[in-house]
């Protein structure tokens, strides 16, 4: 959870570097509450951890509107990004799942979220570190971009509500599976972001076995230097904004 957060905030000021915006509060708010993340001992209440998780992340989603206005991000509303982003995270989920098969975790044994029978509780786990690397950072220069405004990428459901058309969820996958196939420099050595999740899996499966010390999520400093070289960093504040 702390690893999440840890990338939101280095998302954060990545954008506001770029935006020259001012995310300063925020990002202080974030790693304080990031800090207490690190210093809870493993008999803490599980809503405390996911209460902190939800309050970062209400920070973030607050910054990004400063950056592209949308409405605030609830899992259950189903505005155009979020429809996109949600589409986003269900790639990532099956990728960690097949990346846990192939190590031999498996992906029903909960660490933070509970166990509950047909509920891949280590996968929901293990996606938040890849949240922001993979698929906030890939999906969030679509609308930027104004990649995702045409009508057809979305269907109506009701107002303010939509869902992927077919040519909106080409888009999605395309823009993932190339962050997917993108080169990082990630423990000691060059990989694609794909390598790296199977590479996170083993690593933590031997952490497990008792064969490594300790286990670090990945990080988004690693894919920062991909995206400002394919000027994902480099754009133009929207005027709207």
């Excluded at 939101?8 to 506001?16: I, P």
């Excluded at 995310?23 to 790693?31: N, S």
């Excluded at 996170?200 to 670090?216: T, V």
Aim: aromatic fraction near 12%; include cysteine.
């Amino acid at each position: 959870m702390a690893a999440k957060g840890t990338n939101q905030v280095a998302h954060l000021r990545q954008l506001a570097r770029q935006y020259r915006a001012s995310f300063t509060r925020e990002i202080v708010q974030c790693e304080t509450m990031i800090d207490s993340l690190n210093l809870l001992d493993g008999d803490i209440q599980r809503g405390k951890l996911f209460g902190s998780e939800g309050y970062i992340a209400d920070k973030y989603f607050s910054c990004l509107r400063k950056v592209h206005v949308f409405p605030g991000r609830k899992p259950r509303e189903r505005d155009k990004f979020k429809s996109a982003l949600n589409y986003g995270y269900g790639i990532l989920y099956n990728e960690v799942e097949r990346a846990c098969l192939y190590v031999g975790l498996d992906p029903y044994m909960g660490l933070y979220h509970t166990e509950r029978y047909g509920k891949p509780s280590l996968v929901l786990d293990l996606v938040e570190e890849f949240r922001v690397p993979i698929i906030d950072s890939t999906i969030f220069p679509l609308f930027l971009n104004k990649q995702m405004e045409k009508a057809e990428n979305f269907e109506p459901i009701q107002p303010g509500v939509y869902r992927l058309s077919n040519d909106g969820k080409r888009k999605i996958v395309e823009a993932v599976y190339k962050r997917f196939n993108e080169q990082v420099f990630w423990d000691g050595k060059r990989r694609e972001v794909k390598a790296v999740i199977r590479h996170q899996m083993q690593c933590l499966a031997q952490y497990f076995l008792g064969k490594r010390s300790g286990y670090e999520p990945f990080r988004f400093d690693a894919v920062k230097k991909s995206l400002a070289q394919e000027g994902q960093l480099s754009l133009t504040l929207p005027s709207a904004c």
